[in-house]
């Protein structure tokens, strides 16, 4: 599971809100108000968002990069969790090139964190493992410490969903000692989970539980209730194969709770999927049909096929304008014939392996097998 690990506090944003409606700042100040409350309003994402997209238009009017690259990072963050991954996928990249105008190598690099993470949503691990490595090369030459714990441990996670528990074990490790360097809670509490994850697959009931006991208690503590919502899910699975359904299903059902609660679209269909499987097998078929339908419904949301060309045409504009920099850059009017022939060759490369990748995971997902969780940071 991919998550944001920076340390929000709702009680700084409630703080803050004061000073903003009296709207009698600076633009100045006013982008780094909105940076705040954009990116510590965790309550309502959709205010959140609309802090977010504020921030973007008083940075381009004060033509500051950096701040562009705030907004649209948490713009690209708020609505990844809102379900909308097209429209994150956008922000990103445009988080990621107002960065580069920066000069912002950090913020370069979590931005591509940010992309990989998207691509790992749609099943898509070829164009998720490329961004990562860009970010983890680009941040291990930066001072951000946390943005480069995240990236290797949510990379991590990427070789979790492939089966590659020992590069996983690897990630989540040096992840782990950052973090604890930095003392940096939440980050361990997504350690603790995550290596959960790995002792479950690998059959260890008793560690899974207690890892993912106490990252869950940790996020408790810390309100983080999107990452509880998919770690419960996870115990449900836990419990199912114990033959323990009383248990799998109160998992399951917290969960869908706080799912539903805070509108998080992705788990909403893991869990629905999960109690589906769960009541099949006490023989109500009537709740089992009624939560696969609200699974698919979900699932179909998040993941639609009819996104495959969007996304296809949001990296190939990306990587036609970065290469435009380039050709800007180098002034050469030859040269500029060039690097277009070669871009539109990769591009055409670049759509045809993201629809294939996007048809692998189409047939993969109609499967019915106990799925873990499809990720939403």
Same mark, same amino acid.
């Given at each position: 599971?991919?998550?944001?690990?920076l340390?929000?506090?709702?009680?700084?944003?409630?703080?803050?809100?004061?000073?903003?409606?009296?709207?009698?700042?600076?633009n100045?100040?006013?982008?780094?108000?909105?940076?705040? =409350? +954009?990116?510590?309003?965790?309550n309502?994402?959709?205010?959140?968002?609309?802090y977010?997209?504020?921030?973007?238009v008083?940075a381009?009017? $004060? !033509?500051?990069?950096?701040?562009?690259?705030?907004?649209?990072?948490q713009? %690209?963050?708020?609505l990844?969790?809102?379900?909308?991954l !097209?429209?994150s =996928?956008?922000?990103?990249?445009? &988080? $990621? @090139?107002?960065? +580069?105008?920066?000069?912002?190598?950090?913020?370069?690099?979590?931005?591509?964190s940010s992309?990989?993470?998207?691509?790992?949503?749609?099943?898509?691990?070829?164009?998720a493992?490329?961004?990562?490595?860009k970010?983890?090369?680009l941040?291990?030459?930066s001072? !951000?410490?946390?943005g480069? @714990?995240?990236?290797l441990?949510?990379? %991590?996670?990427?070789?979790?969903?492939?089966?590659?528990?020992?590069?996983?074990?690897?990630?989540?490790?040096?992840?782990?000692?950052i #973090?604890?360097?930095?003392?940096?809670?939440?980050?361990?509490?997504?350690?603790?989970? !995550?290596?959960?994850m790995v002792?479950a697959?690998? %059959?260890?009931?008793a560690l899974?539980?207690?890892y993912?006991?106490?990252?869950?208690?940790?996020?408790?503590e810390?309100?983080?209730?999107?990452a509880?919502?998919?770690? =419960?899910?996870?115990?449900s699975a836990?419990? =199912?194969?114990?033959?323990n359904?009383?248990?799998?299903?109160?998992?399951?059902?917290?969960?869908?709770?706080?799912?539903?609660?805070?509108?998080?679209?992705?788990?909403?269909?893991?869990?629905?999927?999960?109690l589906?499987?769960?009541?099949?097998? &006490?023989?109500n078929?009537?709740?089992?049909?009624?939560? #696969?339908?609200?699974?698919?419904?979900?699932?179909?949301?998040?993941?639609n096929?009819?996104?495959?060309q969007?996304?296809?045409?949001?990296r190939?504009?990306?990587?036609?304008?970065?290469?435009?920099?380039?050709v800007?850059?180098?002034?050469? %009017?030859?040269?500029?014939?060039?690097i277009?022939?070669?871009?539109?060759?990769?591009?055409?490369?670049?759509v045809?392996?993201?629809?294939?990748?996007?048809?692998?995971r189409?047939k993969?997902?109609?499967?019915?097998?106990?799925?873990?969780?499809?990720?939403?940071?």
């Open positions: 599971m991919n998550f944001n690990i340390a929000q506090e709702q009680k700084v944003a409630d703080s803050l809100v004061k000073i903003y409606q009296k709207g009698n700042i600076s100045a100040e006013k982008l780094e108000l909105l940076r705040n =409350l +954009s990116f510590n309003e965790v309502n994402l959709r205010l959140s968002l609309r977010a997209e504020e921030l973007i008083v381009k009017l $004060e !033509n500051n990069y950096l701040y562009l690259h705030r907004g649209y990072f713009k %690209g963050n708020k990844r969790l809102l379900g909308d !097209n429209k =996928l956008d922000a990103f990249y445009k &988080s $990621e @090139a107002a960065a +580069s105008k920066a000069k912002f190598r950090a913020g370069q690099g979590t931005a591509y992309i990989a993470d998207v691509y790992s949503v749609m099943g898509n691990s070829k164009n493992f490329l961004y990562y490595n970010a983890i090369k941040l291990r030459k001072d !951000n410490s946390i480069l @714990a995240s990236a441990l949510n990379s %991590g996670d990427e070789y979790f969903k492939n089966k590659k528990y020992d590069l996983a074990l690897r990630n989540f490790k040096e992840s782990s000692e #973090f604890k360097k930095a003392d940096y809670l939440i980050g361990t509490a997504y350690n603790l989970g !995550n290596i959960g002792y697959e690998q %059959g260890k009931d899974a539980l207690k993912i006991s106490r990252a869950i208690k940790i996020l408790e810390l309100k983080d209730y999107y509880i919502s998919d770690y =419960l899910t996870y115990m836990i419990y =199912l194969k114990q033959n359904q009383a248990f799998a299903l109160k998992y399951a059902m917290r969960s869908l709770e706080l799912a539903q609660k805070y509108g998080l679209k992705d788990q909403i269909s893991n869990s629905n999927l999960k589906s499987e769960l009541y099949q097998i &006490s023989g078929q009537v709740e089992s049909f009624k939560h #696969f339908k609200n699974h698919i419904l979900y699932r179909d949301s998040v993941t096929l009819k996104s495959v969007q996304m296809a045409d949001l190939t504009n990306f990587e036609v304008s970065k290469k435009q920099i380039e800007d850059l180098l002034n050469q %009017g030859k040269k500029n014939r060039q277009i022939t070669i871009s539109s060759a990769i591009t055409s490369i670049l045809f392996l993201l629809a294939f990748g996007m048809f692998r189409y993969f997902i109609k499967k019915t097998n106990i799925t873990r969780w499809v990720k939403l940071n």
